[in-house]
């Protein structure tokens, strides 16, 4: 079991910038792939981005260039950094650890932080 627990949303300004944390307990947090998803009111939860458990990153088109995705394994923690931010970004924001084992593929969610870009 992966207990996720995320912090750092709150209102920001239309360009402005915001740092999300997600920190994560109960298993080995450095195997596990970390994802960030997003959900905005009445639209379906999307992908934001992922870091692999080597540190490799990707993203989608509309989080490029303005969002990174890090990770610190000695705090157990994986971080959203948000820059350039705009309205359509206001969203719950979730973080998601995923790693495939021989059963299947263990797939764990936080609570989600509410992240609001006023115009």
């Known amino acids: 079991q992966v207990q996720l627990v995320e912090s750092g949303g709150g209102l920001v300004q239309s360009g402005g910038s915001l740092r999300l944390s997600c920190v994560a307990s109960?298993?080995?947090?450095?195997?596990?792939?970390m994802y960030w998803y997003r959900q905005a009111p009445g639209k379906q939860r999307e992908l934001v981005g992922v870091?692999?458990?080597?540190?490799?990153?990707n993203y989608v088109d509309s989080a490029k260039g303005r969002f990174t995705i890090s990770r610190d394994n000695a705090k157990n923690t994986v971080y959203l950094h948000m820059s350039s931010l705009k309205p359509e970004d206001t969203a719950v924001y979730y973080c998601?650890?995923?790693?495939?084992?021989?059963?299947?593929?263990?797939?764990?969610w936080g609570q989600g932080t509410q992240v609001t870009v006023s115009s």
């Open positions: 870091i692999t458990s080597g540190g490799s990153t």
């Open positions: 998601n650890a995923q790693r495939t084992v021989t059963a299947g593929r263990l797939n764990y």
């Open positions: 109960g298993s080995i947090f450095s195997i596990f792939a």
